[in-house]
């Protein structure tokens, strides 16, 4: 997910980046074979002359699987009700691999030191 600020200076410097990256992460992602999946998702944050947020808009499509402008209000909501939901499925992921990790293993940084506390 990347934010696209449409009023800076370097707006095109921007979306050149952000493709590269887009096109980076598509590549990786049909070379692994993994059947991993994913959304590429740019976002249009407020600001901007419209021609400069239809220029994010159409540069990014290519390479975006979505691109959401936070200026359409229904947009914005189904966006912010994506995030909120893909969240509270990764804190059940998480709380599922707590649960079924043995007691003396070792956990990465992230899953934070209280949450391991609490399991043991």
Do not use: W
């Not at 990256?21 to 944050?45: D, M, P, V």
Request: charged residues 30%.
């Amino acid at each position: 997910m990347e934010p696209v600020i449409p009023s800076r200076q370097q707006l095109e410097q921007d979306l050149k980046e952000i493709a590269t990256k887009f096109g980076a992460y598509q590549y990786a992602l049909e070379q692994t074979g993994n059947g991993r999946t994913g959304k590429l998702i740019a976002y249009l944050t407020g600001g901007g002359h419209s021609d400069q947020r239809t220029e994010a808009k159409e540069t990014l499509d290519a390479f975006a699987d979505v691109v959401v402008d936070t200026a359409d209000d229904a947009a914005r909501q189904r966006f912010v009700e994506t995030i909120r939901q893909v969240g509270g499925e990764a804190e059940l992921v998480q709380e599922q691999v707590l649960e079924s990790c043995p007691a003396d293993i070792e956990l990465p940084e992230e899953f934070g030191e209280g949450r391991i506390q609490e399991r043991l």
